[in-house]
């Protein structure tokens, strides 16, 4: 039998000794377990018919509602083979539009190469490099690279864009420091997102700033020298800048990657193929020692005109990527047809270094017309096949200033010339650049083309600005 008397005098006593606190929590769950037992069973609602659930339901689109200036609208047609002259919305135009430095994309042995390395292997490696997609050229295409570009060992990528992305992450890590130029293009600024380092972007070809940033940077380890001993830093630029056509100031680079002790990254996308007697890039050029660079990046989509990249080094740092590099890891690998036309390239190179010299003579010579022009001023050095035209009266609106410069790409290919306004992600980029037209040169264009083309860029910015009032 209960004995009620005895467990009231229990809880009694209970109650005596808690705490104000211990008795407000103690009623808030007595009343929560009764919410639950009474009140939540008495208001369950009934379950709703299909016909209910249909009646409510309003589906989204399969596909979002696109604005009308969406770039995917503007899309121009591109008819046959793009050498130097490209047929363009029916219209054959001079091409100052695409990377195509060298012209190897005409050349007509590097096809027949990439033909019969098709009819062996067929079109895809289908699967990536460390499960079954490797094949015979792609160990001799990374043999070739190391032996061409005087290193131990070369890694090939099936992008370009991957590549550098893919190699700073594998490498720096959270906690690490980079140390990076504000203009560097996006390909790079994604690898820094996925090293999830710190970033200390400087401004660009700056040595000056790079180096306040490394002494700030020294007086904080002397702060913590613990946590200094354990922090890894990097340096990473461009030799040639996508993004401004401007050469990176490397001796200085390379200075203060000594004194600093920096790990140093070079993208060498543009000046590989372009710089140096034999095309081995800027280090070639400045006849700075190849140890003094960490790693190098290519990607092989400009001067070899294939696709893919490759990063070049001694074999321990190349080695590693193996293992941590995202898009060698997990990428189908380069098309064997690719490789091929990237080793067929390097034969070129190889057999025939005067190339180089008459790719950087058509640079000068674009470079020297470059101040005809009225209407615009430009970006880039003599040496860079890649250059940037931005109007010489700036805008406030940016938006405005890109609207001006598509008009007058998409006119200059009524008249005969292919050029195209650069594309930025303008709300993505880390430091967007200004709306620029980026000229590229070909080695194959003749004097009389590259006049043309000044005509004609000449002749319609005239149209368009007069239009515009």
Known sequence: MVNTPYIINEIYDILQKSSPFELTL?????????????????????????????ARWTPEPLVAEVPQDHPALKTKIVEGPVGKMVNVNGKECINMATHNYLGLAEDEDIKQAAIKSLRKYGVGSCGPRGFYGTVDVHLELEERLAKFMNVEEAVVYSYAFSTIASAIPAYSKRGDLIFVDECVNFAIQKGLDASRSKIFYYKHNDMDDLERLLQKQQIEDKRNPAKAKKTRRFLVAEAIYMNTGEVCPLPRLVELRARYKLRFFLDESISFGVLGDSGRGLIEHCNIDKTEVDLVSAGLEWSAATIGGFCAGSSFIVEHQRLSGLGYCFSASLPPLLAQAAISALDRFESNPRIFMELRERCRMVSDKLSQLKHFQSRGDPLSPVKHLYLKHKHESWAHEKMLLDEISNECIDNGLAVI????????????????????????????EIDDAFRILEHVSEKVFASAG
């Not at 377990?33 to 209910?52: A, L, N």
């Not at 594309?423 to 040169?441: A, D, F, Q």
């Open 26 to 54: 103690e009623a808030l769950l007595a009343l929560g377990v009764i919410w639950i037992v009474f009140y939540k069973r008495t208001t369950k609602k009934m379950p709703m018919s299909e016909e209910e659930i249909l």
């Open 421 to 448: 306004a650069a594309e930025y992600l303008e709300t993505m980029e880390k430091h967007c650049p200004r709306p620029s037209i980026r000229l590229t040169v070909n080695r194959l264009l003749t004097e009389k």
